[in-house]
């Protein structure tokens, strides 16, 4: 009763995992006795030609008794032949149904994992996930906005810059006129006051960077032409 309930719950399965496998080798071992049985059969043969030639002008009737041994041999080769020929193609069949077998329940086993994956998932849910995150993006985008133009106004007042700037370049001029011959009174007197105009590098320097921009747009709309 006991091993009844074993092989109930249990070992009946192990047993139909195994009976693939336990038939292979028994058709293999039955496989191999017929290829050693092919083989005296094809000697027992050439033997029996041997011997027919051997006898073909003294002895006729041994060499016909020969050529039909020799005959008898050769039914039992064919027979052989086709045995083996059967038992290739049993062992073929059980190892490709086997390997059919396994691979469907590799494939049921992957199903039920995805199945076990996604049951707390569901597109309500993956779309709330995505808003919430898009939310998120959005308030750091605001703080760190926010954060940004906090540092810019610093309250710095433009027009102590352009006189801050002024004295530099007073200072400049100053400090030129040192080397050179003129009288510094002369050469300061003849230069236009710089507190409200713009040096005549820093105008050059904003030509130039206008033709660059103009010289970047021009390969980019040839880029897109392309």
Do not use: C
Request: charged share 30%; aromatic share 2%.
């Amino acid at each position: 009763m006991a091993t009844w309930g074993l092989g109930w719950f249990g070992g009946g399965t192990q047993k139909q995992k195994d009976a693939p496998k336990k038939a292979i080798l028994q058709l293999r071992g039955q496989l191999e006795m017929l290829n050693k049985r092919e083989k005296h059969l094809q000697n027992q043969m050439e033997e029996q030609d041997a011997l027919a030639r051997k006898y073909v002008s003294t002895n006729k009737t041994a060499a016909k008794s020969a050529l039909r041994r020799k005959k008898q041999f050769e039914h039992s080769l064919d027979q052989t032949s086709a045995q083996i020929m059967t038992l290739e193609r049993e062992i073929y069949s059980i190892e490709t149904a086997n390997i059919n077998k396994e691979t469907l329940e590799a494939m049921k086993n992957a199903g039920a994992a995805m199945k076990q994956i996604h049951a707390g998932l569901s597109i309500d849910k993956v779309d709330n996930v995505m808003e919430d995150l898009r939310e998120q993006h959005a308030i750091g985008e605001e703080v760190s906005e926010a954060i940004t133009q906090g540092i810019g106004n610093s309250g710095i007042d433009e027009d102590e810059l352009d006189d801050e700037l002024a004295e530099l370049q007073q200072a400049q001029l100053d400090e030129q006129m040192l080397h050179t011959d003129v009288p510094v009174g002369d050469k300061v007197g003849r230069m236009p006051t710089p507190a409200h105009h713009e040096p005549a590098t820093k105008g050059k320097a904003a030509r130039i960077e206008e033709d660059d921009e103009e010289e970047e747009l021009r390969k980019l709309q040839a880029e897109m032409a392309m």
